[in-house]
């Protein structure tokens, strides 16, 4: 079968992700068009299956940013209903007891008042809402699979996927060609570690002079409870056990929002060294801990996800600029780690690129580098935020959780985050593991079937599904890497950090493989991040596929 030429579209912007960024990017770039009776076309590209079907957050929401783009937002419904009420901040000491932090020795950034517990899905749908009524165009479903670029290397759009590829990459009676789509600027905002904001960082050298990029795993579970343990508005969070036996950094949450229904999750800094450490089954201990167990005991889980967070901070943002495209968002690190909440920076990343964006294209500019965004940004509030937590992820890197913490506290609270020092964390995380023969592996009791669970049921919570057949999206560099360098060294720590059970060591007539089950992919790139040899590159699937997250 011969593949035809792909058809093109031309937009003057296309936004690749229609996360909150990228959606706000689109409603500000058409709120401007508006106002300055300026003709702006803009299309969004999700590769989920609808608007907010990847999306999984804590969530605990800071208004500021919908409300300077949105003001009246709470009159036209979006689905923050239920404000913090209370924090209760815990150190988890061991696995039945803890220390309840008062309100004056926990930093600042960990004060809630005035935010909202909500669905980050749902807020992400409801913005999707608000796009299409100013004219923005979405296309859900479908991939940016590939960078397009002009002959002088200006980006000149992406395109999109072939569906109907077999799994050698041959079309079946299925194939339907990707389609190019022109702009004369790019905004990618794919969310942290972006397929295509990964190539443009290498191939632009955007990171040059800056510290590796950190990352977490954020992993996290909905549960309906019972009504007489329900608290709305009530916001835990947590560090301390379970992480600490394996000398790993991070922290849990549990957040209570309306319907009697809580989020309840962990977050595991991706610059852990034990191999054997499984990220999936520190969360299902971690819901043992009396104080999140007492909560969760008669209620039922709803649905499970995990997503890979970037929490590098100042020293690890990249110039977000190159000819003919922007990067916002995750893609770009754009989040203050520092305030266990990020959706508020990500999204004024994307407001400040639409300005940018309108001005260039309202003096006549055509794929031109748009520096003057790295400066707007770092200008603008969020930028404050970042600058004044810019040593809150590198202290606890260098210092530990102790000593770490009490340099924060005392930055955050007494210093505004002016402290004179800048700590760099250059350790890429893909390079602490230690060897596995060096380390002891946790001590993970199997699942209760009412607490913790097993990775199989908690898949088919995620509503994931790929079209069978198709090309694996998760590439090997080099085959034999994973047997011959991973699994003597460090286990195949593979089978560990990915979340959903997509690595497995198959021994068959006494030699082992590795499996790669792509069929449970919930697209949280831990992969991509974490493995040791860095011999794993994740690409998008046929645009629809992955996890469906309602509520998340």
């Known amino acids: 079968m011969s593949i035809e030429e792909r058809e093109s579209m031309e937009f003057d912007v296309v936004v690749v992700g229609a996360g909150p960024a990228g959606l706000a990017t689109a409603c500000r770039l058409m709120q401007i068009a508006q106002e300055k009776e300026q003709e702006i076309s803009v299309v969004v590209l999700e590769k989920g299956s609808e608007v907010g079907a990847h999306i999984l957050s804590g969530a605990v ?25 209370r924090d209760d901040i815990r150190f988890f000491t061991s696995a039945s007891t803890s220390l309840k932090m008062p ?9 809630n008042h005035g935010n909202y517990v909500a669905s980050l899905a749902n807020l992400t749908r409801w913005l999707g809402e608000q796009a299409e009524a100013l004219g923005v165009e979405i296309f859900p479903g479908f991939a940016a699979a590939e960078i397009l670029f002009h002959e002088d290397g200006r980006v000149k759009g992406v395109a999109t996927g072939d569906m109907g590829l077999d799994i050698n990459g041959q079309p079946k009676d299925s194939h339907e060609r990707g389609m190019e789509l022109h702009a004369k600027y790019t905004v990618f905002s794919e969310g942290c570690r972006g397929h295509l904001g990964k190539q443009m960082i290498s ?5 040059e002079g800056k510290s590796p990029q950190h990352y977490g795993i954020g992993l996290k579970e909905l549960w309906q409870i019972d009504p007489a343990k329900h608290e709305p508005g009530v916001v835990v969070h947590g560090a301390g056990w379970p992480l600490s036996e394996t000398k790993s950094t991070g922290g849990g949450f549990l957040y209570h929002l309306e319907g009697n229904q809580v989020a309840v999750g962990l977050i595991i800094d991706l610059n852990y060294s034990n191999p054997h450490l499984s990220t999936f089954d520190e969360l299902q201990r971690f819901k043992h801990h009396p104080v999140i167990r007492d909560v969760l005991e008669g209620g039922e889980r709803v649905s499970y996800g995990a997503r890979a967070i970037a929490k ?13 495209a922007l990067l916002v968002g995750c893609d770009a690190g754009t989040l203050n780690f520092a305030k266990i909440k990020g959706t508020h920076t990500a999204m004024k990343s994307g407001m400040v690129a639409a300005e940018t964006i309108a001005e260039a294209l309202a003096n006549g500019d055509e794929g031109r580098e748009l520096t003057e965004y790295n400066d707007a940004f770092l200008n603008s509030w969020a930028g404050d935020e970042l600058k004044s937590s810019r040593n809150w992820g590198p202290a606890l890197h260098k210092f530990g959780m102790y000593l770490g913490g009490a340099y924060n506290f005392v930055d955050q609270n007494f210093c505004g985050g002016k402290l004179p020092f800048n700590f760099r964390d250059d350790i890429p995380d893909h390079a602490t593991l230690k060897h596995a023969d060096t380390c002891t592996p946790p001590n993970y009791v199997k699942p209760d079937g009412k607490i913790s669970f097993d990775k199989p049921s908690s898949v088919f919570l995620s509503n994931t599904n790929h079209e069978d057949n198709q090309p694996v999206h998760l590439q090997l560099g080099d085959e ?14 593979a089978q560990r950090y990915c979340p959903v059970g997509v690595y497995e060591v198959i021994v068959e007539n006494d030699l082992p493989h590795l499996q790669i089950n792509s069929q449970n992919c919930i697209h949280c790139k831990t992969c991509d991040i974490k493995d040791p040899s860095q011999n794993i590159t994740w690409v998008v699937p046929e645009g629809g596929g992955g996890p469906n997250y309602p509520n998340m």
């Open 61 to 85: 929401i800071e208004p500021r940013a919908l409300t300077e783009l949105f003001p009246d937002w709470q009159a036209n419904g979006a689905p923050l209903k239920t404000a913090v009420t």
């Open 103 to 111: 309100s004056f020795l926990s930093p600042k950034t960990m004060h």
């Open 203 to 207: 191939q632009f050298n955007l990171d």
């Open 312 to 324: 590098g901070g100042l020293d690890s943002l990249p110039r977000m600029s190159m000819p003919g």
């Open 480 to 493: 034999s890497i994973s047997i011959n360098v991973n699994l003597p060294k460090y286990a195949e720590p």
